[in-house]
Each structure stands twice: as C-alpha cells, then as structure tokens.
C-alpha cells in the first residue's frame, strides 16, 4: 500500500506559475513510475507527465515547454513546475504511482489548480 499527498494547488491569474508536491509513503527507489494526471469538470483524466525509476521523463504535448516534472529521492516526493499556466490547465490534478513490483496503480486526493483572472 502506498500513500500519496498532494500539496500545493490554487488559485493563480494567467502567465502565473505553481509548484505542486506529491509525498509518497514508499521510497521513490520502489516505485517504477510516477505521473501526474489532471482532471477538468465534464472531462476524462488525462496524463499531464510521468518520471520513471531510471529519470525518463514524458509530457503531453499541451504541457511541453511549459510544465516540468523532477523528484527529490531524499524527500521521496515528485514534483510539478507549471509555469506560463493558461485557464485551459484548471483541473484536480493528481499523483499516482506504480511499485516496481506491482501493477496496481496507486493514486493521491488531488489538488486543484485554478488559472483564472
């Protein structure tokens, strides 16, 4: 089992930026992969960003250049560096993760973020 907390979210105007945090109860050395997802009201989950055990990092497209995925072993925690946000990013973003052996994908509560002016 593997609990994670998302800190971080809120309310920012447009062009702002915000960094959010997702603590894991396990060591990030167990865990294959990490990601980011993010949610909007009437819209499907949709990945944001994923860092893997070995540093590879992925992006949705919409994010590119603009948002930044990085961890801290020492602090077993992923973070999300969203700059340049745009309204078209509000959304519960969440954080999940899978052990390295295990398929079972755990998630966080989510944070919401809200860019608007």
């Known amino acids: 089992q593997v609990q994670l907390v998302e800190s971080g979210g809120g309310l920012v105007q447009p062009g702002e930026s915000l960094r959010l945090s997702c603590a894991a109860s396990e060591s990030i050395f167990n865990i294959r992969v990490m990601g980011w997802y993010r949610q909007a009201p009437g819209k499907e989950r949709e990945l944001v960003a994923t860092i893997t055990f070995s540093n590879s990092l992925n992006y949705a497209d919409s994010v590119k250049g603009r948002f930044s995925i990085s961890r801290d072993a020492s602090r077993n925690t992923v973070y999300l560096q969203m700059n340049s946000l745009k309204p078209e990013d509000t959304a519960v973003y969440y954080c999940?993760?899978?052990?390295?052996?295990?398929?079972?994908?755990?998630w966080g509560q989510g944070t919401q973020v809200t860019v608007s002016s």
């Open positions: 999940n993760a899978i052990l390295k052996w295990s398929p079972t994908i755990y």
